[in-house]
């Protein structure tokens, strides 16, 4: 059974004070299956976010569905099984970190010898086990964003939707939840997120769909999207004297061509986290 199952969702809203509409999302089908991490992308009014609306019954479609482990998203049943982490999460302020996820817990139906535990859990998991007792009216952004997630997975949800989980938060940060949406497909729940973040969405998802002008362009696994079809690269390390030499006649040789040849570069934020956080 797939987690998501979205077929020719479509939503459309009034312009104020003129006799038209605008399409937000215009037919857009895809499907996610269980313990699959799954991107949806696309810039800023493509849409995207209302369909994660429709998904989770915040915003009635036009037309099409929308089901979770198939269950139609208009029945308040279906969002049983879902935890959700908003862009811009809102906490009561004047609450710590422990009673922000009582308070979920609570309108979860959690009992309370559960919901104790699973308090405890998530704090260690999101690592603010030593910020349980401190009021998120002073958290920073970053753990903010960890308090959502851990509210987000307060009655251990199947499927887990988080919509631009890392806006606003340092490098330490995105890579702290990167680990944590990795840990979640380890114990295989379904994520389901956005982000602007390319490079973080190739290290966790297993396939990207791609919005456009309320559309779905192109849709696959990162293979699929980033491969080039003609191309082969090799990293060779320690190379014998004279085998960079000899391989590019060889490639001469055969009649291919030769298009790039450079030394491997890690990425801007591995060596910040290595710079700023030796023991990662």
Do not use: W
Not at 114 to 123: A, D, P, V
Not at 155 to 171: F, I, K, N, R, S
Not at 217 to 235: A, H, K, Y
């Amino acid at each position: 059974m797939n987690a998501i199952t979205i077929e020719n969702l479509s939503k459309s809203f009034p312009v104020p004070l003129r006799r038209r509409r605008i399409a937000a999302v215009r037919g857009v089908s895809f499907q996610v299956g269980e313990g699959e991490v799954y991107g949806l992308l696309g810039p800023n009014g493509s849409g995207k976010s209302t369909t994660l609306k429709m998904l989770l019954g915040l915003v009635r479609p036009d037309g099409g569905s929308a089901r979770i482990f198939g269950l139609d998203s208009r029945d308040h049943h279906s969002r049983r099984n879902v935890g959700f982490l908003p862009e811009n999460p809102y906490f009561y302020k004047f609450l710590t970190a422990a009673e922000t996820l009582a308070f979920y817990g609570r309108i979860c139906g959690l009992p309370q010898t559960l919901l104790s535990r699973r308090i405890e859990e998530l704090l260690d998991l999101v690592g603010l086990t030593e910020a349980r007792d401190r009021r998120v009216g002073g958290f920073s952004k970053g753990m903010l964003q960890r308090v959502g997630l851990a509210q987000a997975l307060i009655q251990d949800p199947g499927l887990v939707v988080l919509d631009e989980p890392t806006a606003g938060v340092d490098p330490a940060g995105s890579h702290q939840i990167r680990d944590l949406i990795l840990d979640l497909k380890k114990r295989g729940k379904t994520v389901l997120l956005t982000s602007h973040l390319l490079e973080q969405v190739q290290e966790v998802c297993d396939r990207v769909g791609i919005m456009s002008g309320g559309l779905m362009i192109r849709e696959g696994t990162l293979d699929e999207l980033v491969g080039i079809e003609n191309q082969t690269s090799f990293t060779i390390e320690n190379p014998a004297p004279g085998l960079e030499a000899r391989i590019e006649a060889i490639v001469a040789e055969s009649g291919a061509r030769l298009v790039r040849k450079a030394h491997p570069r890690r990425s801007l934020e591995s060596v910040f986290l290595e710079l700023t956080n030796p023991r990662s």
